[in-house]
Nanobody, 126 residues
Framework: QVQLVESGGGLVQAGGSLRLSCTAS????????MGWFRQTPGKEREFVAA???????YYADSVKGRFTISRDNAKNTMYLQMNSLTPEDTAVYYC????????????????????WGQGTQVTVSS
């Protein structure tokens, strides 16, 4: 069993930055594929970024060049550095983890992740 806890959300002005953290319990964190998703009311959960145990990274087109996903396996923690934020980035951000290997197109599918955090709110004001 893996438990995920997000932190770092908050209110920021457009153009600003935030760094989200996701800390995982469990000794096998380093072997898991990790991802960030976001969701706004009435909409489906949306892929943001993913990172494999090997460090390979994948991004949604909407955040490419602005967001950076990373992980520190020694700290069982994954990060999402978010720069140049816009009001369209406002959402609840969730971290997710799974032990199975999936081809890159499937990393964008939230149903492929077994473990989820409780979410952290990010609000970007204009």
């Amino acid at each position: 069993q893996v438990q995920l806890v997000e932190s770092g959300g908050g209110l920021v002005q457009a153009g600003g930055s935030l760094r989200l953290s996701c800390t995982a319990s469990g000794r096998t964190f380093s072997t898991y594929t990790m991802g960030w998703f976001r969701q706004t009311p009435g909409k489906e959960r949306e892929f943001v970024a993913a990172i494999r145990w090997s460090g390979g990274t994948y991004y949604a087109d909407s955040v490419k060049g602005r967001f950076t996903i990373s992980r520190d396996n020694a700290k069982n923690t994954m990060y999402l550095q978010m720069n140049s934020l816009t009001p369209e980035d406002t959402a609840v951000y969730y971290c997710a983890a799974d032990s199975a290997y999936r081809a890159s197109p499937y990393l964008r599918d939230p149903t492929g992740y077994t473990y989820w955090g409780q979410g952290t709110q990010v609000t970007v004001s204009s």
